[in-house]
């Protein structure tokens, strides 16, 4: 097979795009036709292996119908009996490497996914095909290039995010900063830290992990571009022309040097709750919109953006989409023993649903809901004419806060929330309380900067913001008559005495920070230590 590399060498632009991105050219039912063959190649597999004979049952599928009727929906407790123990042996192939999650699985210390070669090779596909699409300005154009640089900011394997920056590396001739054989042993801010001194001196080309880096990052660049100081060595000829460069620049504009001025980025990739949340930001600080996707562990890359950073595509070789309708969703919540009843990528209509998915390619998750909810905006994208589902990342189902039984409050409604008031916050985490038998949403929040603030002005002003961002709430308040928020600001410097108390008793890089959403106790406890809050 011809590499990429050489492709690029040769110009073949169209031929890397097809071979890429192709998906969004496929009609509905060619992207149907797709996920049923790839499925009928892994019913097979499954029906080959103990544990998918286990899930399945006696009789072996011959049908995408008799699948979803005689095969349950599962979750990770049908499989940690062997996951957990790594039984590559009841497998329907053998893995070439174990991904885990990041530790916030509530029931689990952590769930752990095998990746077949062509699953693990896929991962690398997706990156490529996201750098493309998070570079170009239209159909077929590609600007990527050997060496390209790429900012090292995923956690290490077995993180699903080490996984594919590794895949990546395999199959690409990228260089990442710093190299994976220095960056992996590191910690996260030193692997940052490294990346970023080693990207004055090299460049920077291409970012993709976190929002929420690049922001703190641009936040850090623009405090303290103005006493910028130069290690040893980095006192290079190139790295003090990139400088002056950016300083004049910057002195023109009439504002600080920001991270725009010194790198020129192609393109940034990023995913998750925040991904939406800051884009403004990263697009003010680096100069480039980033473009979104979306990857679970148990899954692999599932959905991306195109170039014009709308809706989310599926790709039709990773996994067997279906979709719980939000309806049924809820039916299940209610009744745990409920078996709600799903629909396929090409009977999707606008409105929230559950994600399922069955691995292809020899991977061992059957029809499993990882627990991620999924808004679908539209049937297709008439912009850039792909004629298939249009969706964004809604919430993670076990982060929504429900109030009073009326509104289903997301991680994304807050952080939306609050952008739109004047309040100058660091970190925050919200949980539900109930008082005087009323529900009410609990923000703690962490300023920048210490400052007084009227935190009763300040539930007003969230209060109102909220309902802006979420109908439900907004009916609620209008039918119940109340606020349902509460803010109390926490102590400076709460969130960062809770990191280094976590890396002191030895916690990775998961467990540094407590969840935005529904902390435990001890967590609570925690964060805000012997003294009492203020607000």
């Given at each position: 097979m011809?590499?990429?590399?050489?492709?690029?060498?040769?110009?073949?632009?169209?031929?890397?795009?097809?071979k890429?991105?192709?998906?969004?050219?496929l009609?509905?039912?060619?992207?149907?036709?797709?996920?049923?063959?790839?499925?009928?190649?892994?019913?097979d597999?499954l029906?080959?292996?103990?544990?998918?004979r286990?899930?399945?049952?006696?009789?072996?599928?011959?049908?995408?119908?008799?699948f979803r009727?005689?095969?349950?929906?599962?979750?990770y407790?049908?499989?940690?009996?062997?996951?957990?123990?790594?039984r590559?042996?009841?497998?329907p192939r053998?893995?070439?490497?174990?991904?885990h999650t990041?530790?916030?699985?509530?029931?689990?210390?952590?769930k752990?996914?095998?990746y077949s070669?062509?699953?693990y090779?896929?991962?690398?596909?997706?990156?490529?095909?996201?750098?493309i699409?998070?570079?170009?300005?239209?159909?077929?154009?590609?600007?990527?290039?050997?060496?390209?640089t790429?900012?090292l900011?995923?956690?290490?394997?077995?993180?699903?995010?080490?996984?594919?920056?590794?895949?990546?590396?395999?199959?690409?001739?990228?260089r990442?900063?710093?190299p994976l054989d220095?960056?992996?042993?590191?910690?996260?801010r030193?692997?940052?830290?490294t990346?970023?001194?080693?990207?004055?001196?090299?460049?920077?080309?291409?970012?993709?992990?976190?929002?929420?880096v690049?922001v703190g990052?641009?936040e850090?660049?623009?405090k303290?571009s103005?006493?910028?100081?130069?290690?040893?060595?980095m006192?290079?000829?190139?790295?003090?022309?990139?400088?002056?460069?950016?300083?004049?620049?910057?002195?023109?504009?009439?504002?600080?040097?920001?991270?725009?001025?010194?790198w020129?980025?192609k393109?940034?990739?990023?995913?998750g709750?925040?991904?939406s949340?800051?884009k403004?930001?990263?697009?003010?600080?680096?100069?480039?919109?980033?473009?979104?996707?979306?990857?679970c562990?148990?899954?692999?890359?599932?959905?991306?953006?195109?170039?014009?950073?709308?809706g989310?595509?599926?790709f039709?070789?990773?996994?067997?989409?279906?979709?719980?309708?939000?309806?049924?969703?809820?039916?299940?919540?209610?009744?745990?023993?409920?078996?709600p009843?799903?629909?396929l990528?090409?009977?999707l209509?606008?409105g929230?649903?559950?994600?399922?998915?069955?691995?292809?390619?020899?991977?061992?998750?059957?029809?499993?809901?990882?627990?991620d909810?999924?808004?679908?905006?539209?049937?297709?994208?008439?912009?850039?004419?792909?004629?298939?589902?249009?969706?964004?990342?809604?919430?993670?189902?076990?982060?929504?806060?429900?109030?009073?039984?009326?509104?289903?409050?997301?991680?994304?409604?807050?952080?939306?929330?609050?952008?739109?008031?004047?309040?100058?916050?660091?970190?925050?985490?919200?949980r539900?309380?109930?008082?005087?038998n009323?529900?009410?949403?609990?923000?703690?929040?962490?300023?920048?900067?210490?400052?007084?603030?009227e935190t009763?002005?300040?539930?007003?002003?969230?209060n109102?913001?909220?309902r802006?961002?979420?109908?439900?709430?907004?009916?609620m308040?209008?039918?119940l008559?109340?606020?349902?928020?509460?803010?109390?600001?926490l102590?400076?410097?709460?969130?960062?005495l809770?990191?280094?108390?976590?890396?002191?008793?030895?916690?990775?890089?998961?467990?540094?920070?407590p969840?935005?959403?529904k902390?435990t106790?001890?967590?609570?406890?925690?964060?805000?230590?012997?003294k009492?809050?203020?607000?």
């Amino acid at each position: 097979m011809t590499s990429l590399t050489t492709l690029i060498q040769q110009g073949k632009q169209k031929e890397i795009w097809t071979k890429y991105l192709g998906f969004l050219d496929l009609r509905i039912d060619e992207f149907m036709e797709i996920q049923e063959r790839l499925l009928l190649e892994q019913i097979d597999l499954l029906g080959k292996s103990l544990m998918g004979r286990m899930l399945m049952g006696d009789v072996i599928p011959t049908s995408v119908e008799e699948f979803r009727e005689v095969v349950p929906l599962t979750t990770y407790k049908d499989y940690q009996e062997y996951l957990d123990q790594k039984r590559g042996d009841v497998l329907p192939r053998e893995p070439v490497t174990w991904a885990h999650t990041s530790g916030r699985s509530g029931d689990f210390r952590y769930k752990w996914a095998p990746y077949s070669k062509k699953m693990y090779d896929r991962l690398g596909d997706s990156v490529t095909g996201s750098m493309i699409l998070a570079s170009c300005t239209k159909k077929y154009e590609v600007i990527l290039e050997p060496k390209d640089t790429v900012l090292l900011s995923a956690a290490p394997p077995p993180y699903l995010s080490g996984e594919i920056t590794h895949s990546a590396n395999d199959q690409m001739d990228i260089r990442f900063l710093p190299p994976l054989d220095i960056g992996d042993p590191m910690g996260f801010r030193e692997r940052i830290q490294t990346g970023f001194k080693m990207a004055m001196v090299e460049g920077l080309d291409f970012f993709y992990g976190l929002g929420s880096v690049l922001v703190g990052m641009g936040e850090q660049f623009e405090k303290g571009s103005g006493s910028m100081k130069l290690s040893g060595e980095m006192l290079r000829p190139n790295v003090i022309w990139r400088l002056l460069k950016s300083y004049l620049t910057a002195k023109i504009k009439r504002r600080p040097m920001l991270p725009k001025d010194v790198w020129k980025l192609k393109g940034i990739m990023t995913g998750g709750v925040d991904a939406s949340i800051y884009k403004k930001q990263i697009e003010f600080y680096w100069g480039k919109k980033p473009l979104e996707g979306y990857a679970c562990t148990e899954g692999g890359s599932l959905c991306m953006q195109a170039w014009n950073y709308k809706g989310m595509t599926f790709f039709p070789e990773n996994d067997f989409l279906e979709f719980i309708p939000h309806e049924e969703h809820k039916k299940s919540k209610e009744d745990p023993d409920y078996q709600p009843k799903t629909v396929l990528y090409n009977e999707l209509e606008p409105g929230i649903y559950e994600l399922v998915f069955t691995n292809f390619h020899g991977g061992i998750f059957t029809r499993y809901r990882v627990g991620d909810l999924f808004e679908v905006l539209s049937l297709r994208d008439d912009e850039l004419d792909i004629d298939l589902p249009q969706v964004q990342f809604y919430s993670r189902d076990s982060d929504v806060i429900n109030i009073a039984g009326f509104a289903l409050i997301t991680e994304k409604d807050i952080w939306q929330a609050l952008e739109k008031t004047s309040l100058d916050y660091y970190e925050w985490i919200a949980r539900k309380e109930v008082k005087d038998n009323k529900a009410y949403l609990h923000l703690f929040v962490e300023l920048k900067t210490v400052a007084h603030v009227e935190t009763s002005k300040m539930e007003a002003q969230f209060n109102s913001t909220l309902r802006e961002v979420n109908s439900d709430y907004d009916d609620m308040v209008e039918m119940l008559g109340y606020s349902a928020v509460k803010i109390s600001m926490l102590n400076p410097g709460a969130f960062g005495l809770y990191m280094d108390y976590q890396q002191s008793h030895g916690a990775d890089l998961a467990h540094t920070k407590p969840p935005h959403m529904k902390p435990t106790a001890k967590q609570m406890k925690r964060l805000l230590g012997d003294k009492k809050i203020k607000g």
